[in-house]
């Protein structure tokens, strides 16, 4: 993987982050203190993958955090696909290159 990658992956995360804690205030404000949770649990991993990015951190919120979240969220998940798209092409095409362990 080039920095270059690393980088692209860096700013897809903190878009992540920046659509969920706009999306929490939005839901506090509301009065969904269990939307806000499931966002909270969700996203907090992220900053520390931001600082100190690892394959297999990534592979997990990938593999492990996204889908459970998505199979717990009653919230609309848009905002997030985008930024989810980008993130599949890339481990897809890492993948291809490496041989990564899901």
């Given at each position: 993987?080039?920095?270059e990658n690393e980088e692209?992956?860096?700013?897809?995360?903190?878009?992540?982050?920046?659509?969920?804690?706009?999306?929490?205030?939005?839901?506090?404000?509301?009065?969904?203190?269990?939307?806000?949770?499931?966002?909270?649990?969700?996203?907090?991993?992220?900053?520390?993958?931001?600082?100190?990015?690892?394959?297999?951190?990534?592979?997990?919120?990938?593999?492990?955090?996204?889908?459970?979240?998505?199979?717990?969220?009653?919230?609309?998940?848009?905002?997030?696909?985008?930024?989810?798209?980008?993130?599949?092409?890339?481990?897809?095409?890492?993948?291809?290159?490496?041989?990564?362990?899901?």
């Amino acid at each position: 993987m080039t920095n270059e990658n690393e980088e692209e992956i860096k700013s897809i995360l903190l878009d992540i982050l920046t659509t969920g804690l706009l999306g929490m205030r939005v839901m506090a404000q509301r009065g969904l203190m269990e939307e806000c949770f499931l966002e909270a649990n969700h996203l907090h991993n992220l900053p520390g993958l931001i600082k100190s990015f690892k394959w297999e951190l990534l592979l997990y919120y990938w593999n492990i955090e996204r889908p459970g979240y998505l199979s717990r969220t009653t919230g609309s998940t848009a905002g997030y696909q985008k930024y989810w798209d980008k993130l599949e092409a890339i481990i897809e095409t890492q993948q291809a290159t490496l041989p990564l362990r899901t």
